[in-house]
């Protein structure tokens, strides 16, 4: 089972929810919990694991060989990321707007773009008990999220079996990291607050995922600010209200100290369960 947590804003409480879950599930099953936030991983804030891996992550980009090349131009004509392009008597690659694709390497008629790893940043695996934490951080100067976000999805399903429970921090927003991050999921939970900016957030996140044919709910984090236009949008669209979590200074006092929250606040933990209920009754053919 891949689940997916996710938003359509940054700071409405993805990673709280995350490590959260995750650490409570982990009491009773397997599970792996992944900071796809490659931009910014923070779920291992929270988790304090032993490290039991570690390894660089390279993307792979074109360099241009200018004894070879017979300047057709045919490369800038493949190339839909205009990452190659040519002036005059030479070709310039721009690394940070390439995509991987090959295109330009695999329909360079002298051979003259080999692909050549680049390094993008680096995935570290922990430890603790039941609960495997994977994250993965962007190196600075690097632009592009999705291809780290790509291979740490490939590694998490490579050395796992089905009977883990894979839950997947996401990043925020509604581009391409978090269409990567979520694309696979078999649920995916939105995490929105009650405020004008949530409910503008959570619609551009709500049509992203009616988009991808996701099953996709609503938890409402912060509940008692704001006002009550999140509900009433989420029973006008017929989405599912997961849980709701209450505004609490503990809360955020246990949370800007590091703290796991479930164990420290009775109404958290309440409403992980009724999370975890949700999940169990509504991903039919899945069983926590």
Partial sequence: MKIAIA???GGTGKTTLSTNLAALLAETEKVILTDLDVEEPNSGLFIKGNLIHQEEKFKMVPRWNSEKCALCGNCQKVCNFHAVIQIVDQIMVFPELCHSCYACSELCPTNSLP???QKMGELREYKLDNLIFIESRLDIGQEQAVPL???TKKYVDGKSSDEIIKL???PPGTSCPVIEASKDADFVILVTEPTPFGLHDLKLAVETMRELDKK?????NRYGIGNDDVIKYCRVENIPI???IPNS???AELYSGGILLYPEVPEFKESLLQIIDFIRGN???DEL
């Fill in 168 to 170: 997947y921090d996401s």
């Fill in 149 to 151: 976000i790509a291979q």
């Fill in 216 to 220: 996709f709910g609503v938890v409402v």
């Fill in 283 to 285: 991903i039919s053919g």
């Fill in 242 to 244: 997961i849980a709701t």
């Fill in 7 to 9: 938003s359509g804003k």
């Fill in 249 to 251: 200074r503990r809360i």
């Fill in 115 to 117: 692909m050549i790893p």
